[in-house]
């Protein structure tokens, strides 16, 4: 499904298959809309690339402004498999790095909080935003290639349904700009993708994430008609994302969801 999204200032994606949804905000951000300077050129939020401090917290600040919440939290990215659930306690003990709080090292978040945004920082790499409109939860999701190998979609589905009783059934699904069937390349693809990957080729070398994830979450429980596709690479559009893959020393975006205050159960 290619979704109708639309863009809005200061430069993020929303999805169709959200926005309809009382008390939630949430947004792709582009690279559009920010301070830094290249190689950074525009709204970076990544700390560990090389970019200035005051600009990614000026850029950070933007993000907040943006989407009018209270809390923005995330973590250090590891590639791995870690849902962390978002809660009082992990509030309370997360760290401080102004404009935002960082918990433990994970690739997901997930909370029933209101007014807390949870935010995965992408270029290339997919950001799956999980929705329970009936428990009233949220999921924020980094997948990567080894994301997907270690099935984090599928584990952070599991993951809501144990911490918030969340069925399956009713979760909404949409997933970010990422790296397009077009561009992503394992020339290694018997050693580092699964088997079970392996009838996703695109073409020979080339695979589609977006349709691996589509098959994870479904196997997940989730229905088809319930998971929305940005369908747009980051490699393809530079002027728009950042993509490591793309334009190497880069900056990071920003996808942010969040629960308005009253909104969670």
């Keep these: 499904m290619n979704p109708d999204t639309t863009c809005d200032k200061p430069g993020f994606i929303r999805f169709r298959n959200l926005s309809g949804i009382p008390g939630l905000v949430h947004g792709i951000f582009t690279r559009h809309g920010g301070v830094s300077l290249p190689p ?42 870690t849902v962390h659930i978002v809660d009082g306690k992990l509030l309370a003990g997360a760290a401080a790095r102004p404009p935002v ?23 290339d790499c997919q950001a799956i ?33 144990d911490h918030f009783g969340s069925r399956p059934e009713d979760l909404l699904a949409a ?15 018997r050693d580092e993708l699964p088997p079970s990957f392996h009838p996703f080729q695109s073409r020979p070398l080339y695979f589609d994430f977006w349709a691996i994830t589509r098959s994870q979450l479904t196997d997940a429980g989730l229905k088809d ?20 893959r793309g ?11 969040a629960l308005r205050n009253g909104s969670g159960k």
């Design 101 to 123: 709080l960082v918990t433990p090292p994970g690739d997901a978040l997930a909370t029933n909080l209101p007014d807390v945004g949870l935010l995965i920082k992408i270029a």
């Design 40 to 81: 950074y050129t525009g709204l970076n939020v990544g700390w560990n690339n090389g970019d200035s401090p005051e600009h990614v917290r000026e850029n950070l600040n933007r993000v907040k402004q943006s989407l009018a919440i209270d809390t923005m939290i995330g973590c250090p990215q590891v590639h791995g498999d």
């Design 247 to 257: 334009q190497g020393n880069t900056g990071r975006m920003a996808a942010v969801i």
């Design 175 to 189: 997933v970010s700009p990422s790296l397009g069937p077009c561009h992503a390349e394992f020339r290694n693809y």
């Design 225 to 244: 008609e319930n998971i929305e596709t940005a369908g747009r690479c980051t490699v393809c559009e530079p002027q728009h994302f950042f993509s490591y």
């Design 129 to 161: 935003f999980l929705v329970d409109p009936v428990r009233g939860a949220i999921a924020n999701i980094h997948s990567g290639w080894r994301g997907s190998v270690q099935d984090i979609a599928g584990k952070t589905v599991r993951a809501m349904r």
